[in-house]
């Protein structure tokens, strides 16, 4: 059971999460139409998907050790190869979850 | 024309909402341990929709919730999504504000990625993006209350890898936008960036910085026989 300050904290906590959040997703597409849309601007946006989504994984890799980074290897080697991305998520949890349950 | 394109990005997505609702149920089994309540969680699912924003709201759950800090640690994870935004001016034109402000409340790093390969070819619209927004918004909540309500069912997450379906979701969605030898430079930058700020900074700032400073990389790169010129 919550006490009704508490709840009141729940509230404010996740309305507060979900606004922080709104604005920086609407207010970006906002903000990109103000940017030139040509040059180093343009460069800079292009690369950004893929950097974004390295710099989001790669701590991760690290942190799960050397099976880790085996598995985080299999994995894009077989979205490379196999263009699944289904079957390679899996292999690289297989791979994980493999080496856990030999204590590796 | 529209539903055919919503349902092409719902089914782009799948592989995506597969690897969603294995993280999903690690973050359900996580919020029953902090006694957050479903309702609670399904509050989350609906108005943040931001999986590792979610996580460090669970984690720092307790009889005496933190708010300010919440806050602010979900500001810091969710950075990004101003970046993240500003990427997707290409696939909204034309659209409408309204369009734009809804459709933008679904968009999820997963649906993003998945949107931005398939503009590579040429084939995204907000409708595609919208689509794998309502699919991951479905397979997310299934996930977390599956993973809530049935966390005795799993008790060690762990052992079935679904604390590193994140990861390898998003090491496969990677290739798919690799974009060759150029981007060779950058990625090895962010890479490294991301783990040093990782170590080094407390939170979540590894994202925004690795992700800012790599795009930054072949600027700079770029720029130096201009010197002479300018």
Known sequence: MTSPDNSLAVFLAIAGAALVTYAFRFGGLLLSERLPSTGSVKDFMEALPGTIL???VAPGIVAAGFWGCAAALATALLAWRTRNIFVAMLSGMLIVAGARYLGF | MRLQQIQNGALANLPMAASACAYGSVLGVLAAQKD??????LAMNVSVFAGSAQFVMVDMWGPHLPVLEMVFAVMVINLRYLLIGASLNPVFQGASLPQKSMIMHLVADENWAVTMAA???????????LGGGLCLFCVWSFGTLFGHRLGTLVRNPEAWALDFAFTAVFTALAVSLWRGKTDLLPWTGVALLAIMAETLLPGKW???????????LPLLQKE???DISG
């Open chain 2, 224 to 226: 130096q026989p201009h």
């Open chain 1, 54 to 56: 390295v710099a989001l």
């Open chain 2, 119 to 129: 503009h590579r070819r040429c084939t995204a619209t907000i409708w595609f993006l």
């Open chain 2, 206 to 216: 590894y994202i925004v910085i690795g992700g800012v400073g790599g795009a930054l």
């Open chain 2, 36 to 41: 957050v309540s479903w309702l609670e969680l």
